[in-house]
């Protein structure tokens, strides 16, 4: 079964400053695709990027950027010129990529954003 | 006007009792899901439907029992509600293709009393 790690449970960073969170996964598929989630105290699930398993080039969305080394199945995302906003539940997430294929989530870390 | 919505938004009851939680997506696609986050944040599928057609059945107890009346429906019933059954419930849709993101809904607090 595939896995997911994140092996930060909390994060945090000055606001304007730049984070790396770290996110490792298991699978022996060739094919896959990968996702950062963003969970505000809101609630609310917010897709920050994603990345194609057989693209080598890395996923880039304004200010956040993932660092995907296929080889390591390592997926890190990296947040420049932090915002109070960014404050939230970052998670990564792992799909084979069949129609109806579930996500498989880490379990997530909290950053904080420090004025 | 929300993408996917999920009624309630909250929901509190009695062990033992019976409840259903709704999810439209207004996306035009062929997939649902339901996800259960627990106290922990941690997120797990529960369930996935395509186009009206069960797909996933992630070793859920029967007594969760999903419906999708249409592909833009998906509900969720739950029998003899358990107290550890209390948890986020996420609703999410996406395209039937390869790697597409899921959109989810804001979440239905369940909470058993």
């Known amino acids: 079964a595939q896995t997911v790690t994140q092996s930060q449970p909390e994060m945090s960073v000055q606001e304007a400053e730049t984070v790396t969170l770290s996110c490792t996964y298991d699978t022996s598929e060739s094919d896959y695709y990968l996702f950062w989630y963003k969970q505000p105290p809101s609630r609310q699930m917010i897709l920050v990027i994603r990345q194609e398993a057989y693209k080598q080039q890395n996923a880039t969305e304004n200010r956040f950027s993932v660092n995907f080394q296929k080889a390591a199945k390592s997926f890190s995302l990296k947040i420049s010129d932090s915002q109070l906003g960014d404050a939230a539940m970052y998670f990564c997430a792992y799909t084979m990529g069949g129609g109806a294929d579930g996500l498989t989530f880490g379990k997530g870390t909290h950053l904080i954003i420090q004025p | 006007d929300t993408a996917v919505s999920q009624t309630p938004k909250y929901l509190v009851t009695q062990m033992g009792n019976d409840k259903s939680i709704k999810c439209e997506q207004n996306?035009?696609?062929?997939?649902m899901y339901w996800y259960k986050q627990d106290s922990k944040k941690f997120l797990k599928i529960m369930f996935s439907?395509?186009?009206?057609?069960?797909?996933i059945n992630e070793t859920v107890p029967n007594r969760f029992s999903p419906k999708s009346p249409d592909k833009a429906h998906l509900n969720l019933h739950i029998n003899s509600l358990e107290l550890g059954d209390s948890a986020v419930y996420f609703c999410a849709s996406s395209p039937y293709r390869e790697g597409q993101p899921q959109h989810f809904g804001d979440g239905t607090r369940l909470s058993i009393l």
């Open positions: 439907y395509n186009n009206k057609e069960l797909i």
């Open positions: 996306l035009g696609h062929d997939t």
